[in-house]
């Protein structure tokens, strides 16, 4: 056995490129390594019902979405099994037994169920928290195990999550004196930069629902408006660059190589260089704007076309969705089948229940 590689993403909206350096280039990389045996990539569409329960048919209309945008940054079908969530029916029941495994107090401390709690206004006084909202880990447990992988390529934010999951595998495991479920570990990005990308507005987190996103499919000039439209601190030319919290740096952390100087800044060879020479002044906030904007063309633009092209073949996209889905759906069982007969409630795969219960009463 090399790896099984489980990830995927809610179908709330287009992937953005917080997605893309979060997560989308590092499964690009798994795969492109080879080095595992399955690979399965999820369209998390009953998770996005948790705070979408009163409008499916946005989940619904985003699924392709979702799906173009894989294809387009180059996940191959033919090396990566794509599927629906919400059509596996072993995930909700795997779901119900890991939930009698985590209290509730567990649940909530949960540094990410609490922060998404606080964004979303569910710890108002006049909305409160949806179950399912509430159960998020213990239901990403279930897809995580259901797969027995062991690598989860996701942004840092999802690490909590993840750590639940170990926590679920390892409490299974004890219990029932099984090495039946497997533990896993998230695969980040090798540059921290990337870990979780700020919003265009600078806001912590790059959000559908703030509009503070450059998405994969943006088109030239909404990226120009985009970029430009970062703020930065207001400054004579010649005063020196403030670099601290600064988004173009930031983003630029995430995106220039040291090719992209030569081809866009040949003056400086890296960013070490041009940070130094932006922090004595001289150099315009527009000038470095003009740079990552050159830079975010060229990541996009191929990832765009793909997609334009990509769009053209609806039907081999749902075909790939169903026959991924089927696999999926065979995989996922055969665990639920192997946790079911460690906690001993497959009554009817043999005669063992049967000749138990004659024992028992015959005696």
């Not at 992937?15 to 798994?30: A, D, F, M, T, W």
């Not at 169920?113 to 509430?134: C, Q, R």
């Not at 930069?193 to 629902?209: E, H, Q, W």
């Not at 996103?213 to 020196?240: F, G």
Request: proline share 5%; net charge negative; charged share 25%.
């Amino acid at each position: 056995m090399k790896n099984i590689i489980m990830t995927g993403d809610r179908p709330t909206g287009k992937l953005h490129i917080g997605h893309y350096v979060g997560s989308l280039r590092q499964r690009l990389e798994l795969q492109n390594e080879g080095n595992y045996d399955e690979f399965i990539v999820m369209i998390a569409d009953a998770q996005a019902l948790t705070d979408n329960a009163d409008n499916p048919q946005k989940i619904r209309d985003n699924i392709m979405e979702v799906m173009l945008d894989y294809l387009a940054i180059g996940l191959d079908p033919n090396k990566v099994t794509f599927c629906i969530q919400s059509l596996l029916p072993a995930l909700p029941e795997l779901t119900a037994y890991y939930m009698n495994l985590v209290t509730l107090q567990r649940l909530l401390r949960n540094p990410t169920v609490k922060s998404e709690i606080k964004e979303k206004g569910f710890d108002s006084e006049s909305a409160g928290t949806p179950v399912g909202f509430a159960n998020y880990p213990i239901s990403q447990a279930a897809d995580i195990t259901a797969f027995k992988a062991n690598l989860v390529p996701a942004g840092v934010d999802q690490e909590p999550m993840i750590e639940q999951t170990r926590e679920i595998v390892r409490c299974f495991n004890r219990i029932y004196k099984k090495d039946i479920l497997t533990e896993c570990k998230t695969v980040l990005p090798k540059n921290e930069s990337c870990y979780r990308l700020v919003g265009t507005d600078g806001n912590a987190k790059m959000s559908k629902s703030l509009g503070n996103c450059i998405y994969l499919s943006d088109e030239p000039e909404v990226i120009k408006k985009k970029v430009n439209s970062m703020a930065t601190a207001p400054r004579d030319i010649n005063d020196p660059g403030i670099i601290e919290g600064n988004v173009v740096f930031i983003y630029l952390e995430a995106f220039a190589t040291d090719e992209y100087f030569t081809k866009y800044y040949p003056e400086y060879k890296n960013l070490d260089e041009l940070k130094q020479a932006y922090l004595k002044g001289g150099i315009g906030d527009g000038t470095i704007k003009k740079f990552l904007n050159n830079i975010i063309q060229d990541e996009l633009e191929p990832i765009r076309e793909r997609r334009k092209e990509l769009s053209k073949q609806i039907p081999e996209i749902i075909n790939i969705l169903k026959e991924g889905t089927n696999k999926a759906i065979e995989l996922s069982n055969k665990t639920l089948e192997e946790v079911k007969a460690a906690m001993a409630i497959d009554y009817f795969k043999d005669d063992s229940f049967l000749n138990d219960q004659i024992k028992k009463y015959n005696n």
